[in-house]
């Protein structure tokens, strides 16, 4: 709008009609200066033609012209001028059967003539600029008109951006529950066989034959596959059920520690060294403590299975307040209202690019057959969102890769 | 002197492989019951220390015969344990899991751990 109003008040030199730009873009003083000099050269013209009428219609042009450009006022002071140069010249010829009367007459009638065209040419001036600042004004309400539609455009696509990620999350929703409700069932009806076999494996290793060495290897491994087995049968209802959260108040260090500890023959077993990183006295935040240790024990063992030949696993926690005083290389980059962050770094091989955006999804598993379900990382992405957290798992650009959970300091608020 | 368990459940293979360990351990004495309607008469009649019962069964549920056997007053202090699909190991070993009352273990259970836990309920009935 301030736009519009600056170009309503002056009008643009190139919008001038026919031809008048470059006169109208010299300065005003040296074409009033044009305009006088006109006058007077049409007098002397007049005077040298005898005060032929074609000549006195010449005195319009420089009326017309200092009207134009200049003003209105302008055009009245040009037409006086050239009334009295006219009279001046009709005095000098000596017209001889002029009466003073009717040469004032003459002039006045003269006067009026170029009056009306001076109020003319000024009116259709004025109209002329009216339409301007009407086209100029017309033209910022539609820039400004279309600047709004441009951004209820940018809302739109925002919304439907919003609305079909929605859309996908309910869709997966959706077919997590599916998901979950056979994994169920199944789950169930796996059970009761299962413990059928084990408890039949249990009776067979008391007998006599069972310490026969073939004998006592294959009960072995009877009895190993029934616990793989369970622990298959376990997840999956982890994953259909991941029950109601029982929040308050933790510890995230405490609750990594005790995660730790639950993995610590894993931890031995698989040559890992485990650096502690963990900010001091970290603000409590509301979060189900069982959970988010099962969490934390899924993302360990991931890392521990992600370096088969050894390596340094390091866990470390900060706060939003620990981030900003840390060395800005130390720990990644905290959300706003994220009360804690936790990281989990390994030195494995990494991520394949085309696996990181299935890491999370169910049955997802580049573990060999048998080794593990592909439900590790969905629990834990499903725990995590129930805690209105968010989770990520990326590839460190100095090797092997990084697990990264942060909680909010809302969190997910109440016990259900 | 052996103690009396009652094995309910619509497994014929789960009670089975429950009377086999047990009764060899030398120490136990199961009745197998399959029909979960069959409990209470089976219950009134064999007279069990502790009763091992199966929650989700066709025509009635575990906590349907739990309320039946509750309902005798011969039998309403025999402590019942439920023996269930229906929750994972570790949500029963977590909340060392109840349900009015009863103790809750999950399927698929090793013998010791069977033996641990109808041992602690039955010290749990004699101090009761």
Redesign the interface.
Known sequence: MTDGHQLGCSRPVAERPYGLQTVAAWPKPLVAALCVGLVLGIGVLDYVTGQQASVTVVYLLPIALGTWVISREVGIALAVESVLVWLVVERIQGVPYAHPLIQCWNALALLIAFMIVVFLLAGLNRFQEQLEEKVVQRTAELSQSRENLMHALADLQKSHARLRDTQLQLIQAEKMESVGRLAAGVAHEVKNPLLTILLGVEYLERLPTAQEHDVRDVLHDQKDAVERATTVINELLDFAAPSELHTQPEDLNAVIERALGLVRHAVTEARVTVARELEPGLPGVPLDRKKIEQVFVNALMNAIHAMPGGGTLTVRTYSALGAAAAAPAAPGPVLDGVAVTAEIDDTGTGIREEHLAKVFDPFFTTKPPGKGTGLGLSVVHQIVQMHGGTVDLSNRPEGGARFRLQLFKKGAGTSC | MLKRILAI?D?V??T???K??LE?TGRYAVLMVNEAQSAHAAAQQFKPDLILLDV?MPGMDGGEVAAELESDPALKDIPIVYLT??V???EAD?KRLFSGGRRVVA?????PELIDCIEEALKERGSG
Do not use: F, S
């Open positions: 459940d497994e293979g789960v089975r492989m429950i086999l360990n060899t989700m699909a229906a994972t190991r570790k977590h399927k698929p259970i090793t013998l």
